[in-house]
């Protein structure tokens, strides 16, 4: 194999030997290069360093109350709507699909009724003339008598001509 | 990362990892797929954070954001990538911001003040002398700081190769370089490392 330290190509190679990450097949081949170049072999030794030296890093603990922090932050940014709606969620997922079939019905059957809804307009006509006054009606022959005489004592001149 | 899970969508066959097929089910208002992605993912994200900019407090706040981000995309989610490749690219993202805009002044704080708050357990011995923990923690200071000093895209990488063991091809998306250039990248970080923490093997 190429010497990963001169072409470059096979440096993750070497990382992976260090790291212990290569299979059985890789790892016996570089391992027969490592013992032919001092170069890789002092790489290879000093990468292992490193990488004990990195393990004994540990993270410190985390707050016990990550989650809680996290959650409120998610529902402090949800809408006001979605708030104020949530302890409804359930019953809207499971009512909506049914409320709509109902809807539906509700509308089918309307349309099918809607002729009879049509024929009862009429009565209501006739209510007004029953509630007309024989006063009235008398009224009305007095005024129409009224105007015919004053139609009368207009001389025809002053009549506009059309 | 391994689980996959066959999915159909939309009649393209396409092949998902487990959290992008959980990711989807938030998506569909899935709030228990949220519980347990940010349960399997919570502490690889903090201990990323926390080793990229070397702060706790600073560490929890970034990852807080980088789950409400994931929340809060949801709705435009599309798995085209790898749920991690997202997840640390935001991860990612969020550190370089927060170490260029200063927020952390990590340099300007005592090492000692974070390294007090980690458990006990990482020290082997039961009762450890105080010389034998004054050495390790010297040690650990030396490690933290040779990290630290690395260029911040060297750094991330380096962190996400030993720590989080993505692939090169995976460290490339979330960095958005070639696969050949995070190798390289990688390389000189760990030659690097190799030098200035050589005096401890």
Known sequence: MNCPLESGGNAGHLLDYAAGKLKAEARAQMERHIAGCPACRAFAGGQQAVWRALDAWEPAAVSMDFDRRLYARIDQQASWWTRLTRPLDPLFRHALPIGAAAGVVLVAGLLMNRPAAIAVAPVEESAQVETLQPEQVEHALDDIEMLRELNQMVPDHAAPKM | ?201
């Not at chain 2, 460290?171 to 190799?194: D, G, P, Q």
């Open chain 2, 1 to 201: 990362m391994d689980e996959r899970v066959n999915t159909d969508m939309g009649g393209l066959a396409a092949t998902l990892d487990f959290d992008a097929e959980l990711m989807l089910r938030v998506k569909d208002g899935d709030g228990a797929s949220f519980a347990v992605l940010l349960e399997k993912h919570r502490l690889p994200v903090i201990h990323f954070l926390y080793r990229m900019v070397q702060n706790q407090a600073v560490a929890e706040e970034l990852a807080q954001e980088v789950f409400l981000r994931v929340y809060r995309s949801r709705e435009s989610y599309q798995p085209t990538a790898k749920f991690t490749t997202w997840l640390f690219r935001i991860a990612t993202h969020l550190a370089l911001n927060s170490l260029r805009d200063g927020k952390n002044r990590r340099l300007e704080q005592p090492l000692e003040d974070d390294s007090a708050e980690t458990p006990v357990r990482q020290v082997p011995d039961q009762r450890p002398s105080v010389e034998q923990t004054m050495v390790h923690q010297a040690r650990l200071d030396e490690i933290r700081r040779a990290v630290a000093m690395l260029p911040e895209k060297q750094r991330a990488a380096v962190l996400m190769h030993k720590y989080q063991e993505m692939e090169y091809s995976q460290i490339a998306k979330v960095l958005n370089c070639s696969e050949s250039a995070i190798k390289s990248l990688l390389f000189r970080a760990y030659e690097t490392l190799r030098a200035r923490l050589a005096h401890l093997a």
